[in-house]
């Protein structure tokens, strides 16, 4: 006999798709018409027809294919959210706080207790700023650098890049407007160029390289004062200086071992149409988005249908998502167990690789600025822990090249620095004491203990007995990087 739940369906009756199709009316216009008779094109749907019945596991189907797709502009969301709760400029804990459309820097690298992003890094100092574009256009202020190494990452709500600012690209000083998909205003004098966002809400991250010395982070700091973002109407043509030593520092919150938790699957369906409002469908995801929300309504007024999207969203975080913090479970493979992207910060549909990003490493740079590789295994496939001693063997002249620079990072399982006596999280241009073989090769020693006296300067502190991940960032790669001629040497296990 039929369930009485399997015979459950709900009868769908005029579905408002109007924020997630808008603008959908030019692309079809535009578009050449496909060779059907005019019979038949009248008769296609656009979506869902009203009056369809739909079951608790369609609605299911449905909603498990979404939560993984959506879930990195899900994550971004509410980012936003948490950051227009933001009244000033702060520090809570080692992570920089600014309310909306507003950028607060570090003024040296950040700490390992911060949680808000994983895989941080300890060759840069980050600044952080969470746009609304819908509320004001913004000004981002570029300082004369130098020679230092520079560049600003600002992303969409998709993670895809919009900007193209920084050393690589010969950006010069002066005032750079960011403006949201619907903006018409007038762009005033002294506004060098113009950026305009597919989606009102972006985020940007300023990196600034500064190498391990005191002279050099002391150095930073003029250049760092210099460094901000603001709505439009502050805009007056001179360079606004903040400096940052004097924000207030707070306690952060405990946020335990993993990142925070920004997709709440209860949650998830509830903020879904303002985020897809917000990104409206690619070419190609029309059908998609009509299709989710038809199921969405339908779990506004029927209980077992959102019961039966809740689970499936819980499912899919569990099932879905969370193995894609392993580096090894997504991107593309390179010899020795490494793997890599070759499509950050411009996913379009890819949407396994820009989940899998999302999840372990969000808010990378595009492959033009950065170059990541990643590692979970030894050259054998063991899974690497700290249990074991490693080492990473640059042949001479053979460590990553680039025009930036390079570092190998060590993560803990959770992609957060693991605590060290020395404080040292990475290895790479910033350290002037490096030492190399006399055969001009460059030894890099992982493990938990330190080595002999003589091998310190080159040891990367890993946790005891517990698993890790290496991390390769190749800052402004040379064209061998990008184009495969260079991978990283193999993790060698040792005792």
Known sequence: MTSRKSQRVLTIAGVALMAATSGLAAISASAEPLPLSPKWSANMPAGPVAGTRITTDYAK??????????????????RRLAFSKVPERFYSGAAPMAPINRLTMLTDYIE?????????????VYGAALLALDQSPVVV???DFGDRFW???????????????????GTQPGF??????????EVPKGITKVFRASTNTANAIPRVFQDDTAEDKAAVQEVLQQINLYPLSEFDGTMKTIDWRQLKKVPAASGGEAETQWVVPEKFFD???????????????EARYAQVLAVVEAAKVDPEIRKAVDEAAAEAEEQLVKPLIQFRNFGLVLPHNWTTTSNNAAFGTDYFTRTAVAKSNIFVNAQNETKYFYQDLDSGGARLNGAKKYTVTFAKDETPPVDGFWSLTLYNEHHFFEPNDIKRYSLGTKNKSLQYNADGSLTIYIQAEPPSEELRDNWLPAPKESDFSLYIRAYWPKTAVIDGSWTPPEVKPGD
């Not at 189907?61 to 509410?78: G, H, I, Q, S, T």
């Not at 390992?112 to 840069?124: F, I």
């Not at 993670?159 to 050393?167: E, I, Q």
């Not at 750079?176 to 205003?185: A, D, E, F, T």
């Open 141 to 143: 202020q570029v300082p």
């Open 151 to 169: 560049v600003y990452q600002i992303v969409d709500l998709r993670t895809d890049s919009f900007v193209g600012l920084g050393k690589m690209y």
């Open 61 to 78: 189907l449905v909603a498990r294919d979404a939560y993984f797709w959506a879930w990195p502009m899900v994550n971004m969301y509410n």
């Open 176 to 185: 750079y407007l960011l403006v949201g998909p619907n903006w018409h205003g």
């Open 112 to 124: 390992p207790e911060e949680r808000l992003v994983a895989c941080p890094n300890q060759d840069v």
């Open 271 to 285: 903020e879904l149409p303002l985020v897809l409002a917000d990104a409206p469908p690619l070419p190609g995801e």
